[in-house]
């Protein structure tokens, strides 16, 4: 097992910004692919962002383009979400996930997760 652990949700007002962060002990973490999901209340977990193990590729689902920032410290085990321009659509709880493969699966069947962190964002 590799555990994931996210921390840095929040309650903040539309406009705002926020930055995850999620970490593990583990070293081989520094050779998956790493992302973000989210899952609003009464709604399907969707793919936010992944970035590939050397920091090289990163991906985007199209509702954060523009908005939202993946990267990651090797070094430090830990990738991080830095969401400005925050909307109220935004509201989920957001899950850290490791892949084996790049792109990242974007269909849930990923290595390992995190046990995701409560974003809310007021209007």
């Known amino acids: 097992q590799v555990p994931l652990v996210e921390s840095g949700g929040g309650l903040v007002q539309a406009g705002g910004s926020l930055r995850l962060s999620c970490a593990t002990s583990?070293?081989?973490?520094?050779?998956?692919?790493l992302g973000w999901f989210r899952q609003a209340s009464g709604k399907e977990r969707e793919f936010v962002a992944a970035?590939?193990?050397?920091?090289?590729?990163?991906s985007y689902a199209d509702p954060v383009k523009g908005r939202f920032t993946i990267s990651r410290d090797n070094a430090k085990n830990t990738v991080y979400l830095q969401m400005n321009s925050l909307k109220t659509e935004d509201t989920a709880v957001y899950y850290c996930?490791?892949?084996?493969?790049?792109?990242?699966?974007?269909?849930?069947?990923?290595?390992?997760w995190g046990q995701g962190t409560q974003v809310t964002v007021s209007s």
């Open positions: 996930a490791a892949d084996g493969q790049w792109p990242m699966r974007k269909n849930g069947m990923n290595d390992y």
């Open positions: 583990s070293r081989t973490f520094s050779r998956y692919t």
């Open positions: 970035i590939i193990w050397t920091g090289g590729m990163i």
